[in-house]
């Protein structure tokens, strides 16, 4: 170890990218590591027109707090190490069904809120394990209440309608998109963004992200995912 890297060590120490407990080496503590809630069954479908979705994990204990740290405790770094996981679920259950890597833009307002747009990160470090450039297709045109304050169904869906648009449709038309966002719930709101992409003339679109659902619901509910 440098003398850099020992004083940077010493005044940020290492930390789990999930639960966030100090850990001597590595990007996860032993119990995460060991414990991860992975979601294994096959994409499920979102949205109107159905469009496949890989997760990752389930959304629960130290995956939820991690993406909440990512979201709101500006803990960007941990997008590199969530990025492992997403990148292998897409590879494994979305092999050949995509040639291009985009991702589910916030709104202007959060991202100056949070200073960074969260799935853009993740979609950038995903893309890059595969050597290939996350690219930014979407933009979010109106910005919207956060879905995990809403409740009711219905709502949720009418939240996100026509909330994304493409500014170059000429860079979409004919393309495969794998469209990447951090959390999926209903997936209102990847079906929402795959829609705006669709509508551009992008020939398909198949969905992944890093957490959704719950490892302890009844089998029925377990592919209720969060977004």
Not at 13 to 35: H, M, Q, T, V, Y
Not at 52 to 73: E, I, N, S, W
């Amino acid at each position: 170890m440098n003398v850099v890297s020992y004083i940077l060590d010493l005044l940020f120490p290492p930390k789990c990218a999930f639960c966030g407990r100090l850990i001597k080496e590595g990007d996860l503590c032993p119990s995460c590591e060991k414990n991860l809630p992975y979601r294994e069954e096959p994409p499920t479908l979102i949205g109107e027109k159905q469009y496949p979705c890989a997760v990752a994990l389930y959304y629960d204990g130290p995956v939820r707090a991690g993406v909440k740290a990512l979201k709101f405790g500006k803990k960007s770094w941990r997008a590199k190490v969530f990025a492992r996981y997403v990148a292998q679920a897409a590879a494994e259950r979305l092999a050949g069904e995509f040639d291009a890597v985009t991702f589910v833009p916030v709104s202007l307002r959060r991202n100056f809120e949070r200073g960074f747009d969260q799935a853009r990160l993740l979609a950038e470090a995903t893309a890059e394990i595969w050597g290939v450039r996350a690219e930014p297709m979407l933009k979010k045109i109106r910005h919207t209440k956060a879905q995990s304050s809403l409740t009711d169904p219905t709502r949720r869906k009418e939240n996100v309608k026509d909330a994304y648009a493409v500014p170059r449709p000429e860079r979409v038309r004919g393309r495969r998109f794998l469209l990447i966002d951090d959390v999926c719930t209903t997936g209102n709101t990847l079906a929402a963004a795959a829609d705006a992409l669709m509508e551009a003339g992008a020939e398909r679109v198949v969905c992944a992200a890093l957490a959704g659902g719950h490892g302890g619901a009844r089998r029925e509910n377990r592919n209720n995912l969060e977004n």
